[in-house]
Nanobody, 122 residues
Framework: VQLQASGGGLVQAGGSLRLSCAAS????????VGWFRQAPGKEREFVAAISWRGSTYYTDSVKGRFTISRDNAKEPVYLQMNSLKPEDTAVYYC?????????????????WGQGTQVTVSS
C-alpha cells in the first residue's frame, strides 16, 4: 500500500495539529498503521499505532496529548496532536503493516509514507 502523510506545519507551543495518513492504490483493510518521528540528528522513533480492529498504543511522551484514530478502511488514519511541545519537533512518518496488534518497531512495517514536517516553536 502506498501512503501519503500530510498535515504538518509550524505551531506555537501548546497548539495543535492533525496529521493524516492516506492510502493510495488500495484501502487500509487489514492493516495496522503507525506513526513515527525523526528529529534532526536522532533516530526514527515510535509515536503511536492503531491496530486493524482499533486498539491503540502510544509512547509515554505523548500519552494524554496525542490521539491516533481511524473510522474505516477507506478513510485516512489521523494523529491528533494537542499541547504540542518544542521537543515534538520532527519529521513525522506514517507506516502500515499486516502484522497483528499495534507494532512498535520500524522493522515490523512494510510500507512508509514520505514524511511531514512538524515544527513547534517555544
Amino acid at each position: 500500500v502506498q501512503l501519503q502523510a500530510s498535515g504538518g506545519g509550524l505551531v506555537q507551543a501548546g497548539g495543535s495539529l492533525r496529521l493524516s495518513c492516506a492510502a493510495s492504490g488500495r484501502t487500509f483493510s487489514g492493516y495496522a498503521v503507525g506513526w513515527f518521528r525523526q528529529a534532526p540528528g536522532k533516530e526514527r522513533e515510535f509515536v503511536a499505532a492503531i491496530s486493524w480492529r482499533g486498539s491503540t498504543y502510544y509512547t509515554d511522551s505523548v500519552k494524554g496529548r496525542f490521539t491516533i484514530s481511524r473510522d474505516n478502511a477507506k478513510e485516512p488514519v489521523y494523529l491528533q496532536m494537542n499541547s504540542l511541545k518544542p521537543e515534538d519537533t520532527a519529521v513525522y512518518y506514517c507506516a502500515a503493516t499486516k502484522r497483528f496488534g499495534t507494532p512498535r518497531f520500524l522493522y515490523e512495517y512494510d510500507s512508509w509514507g514520505q514524511g511531514t514536517q512538524v515544527t513547534v516553536s517555544s
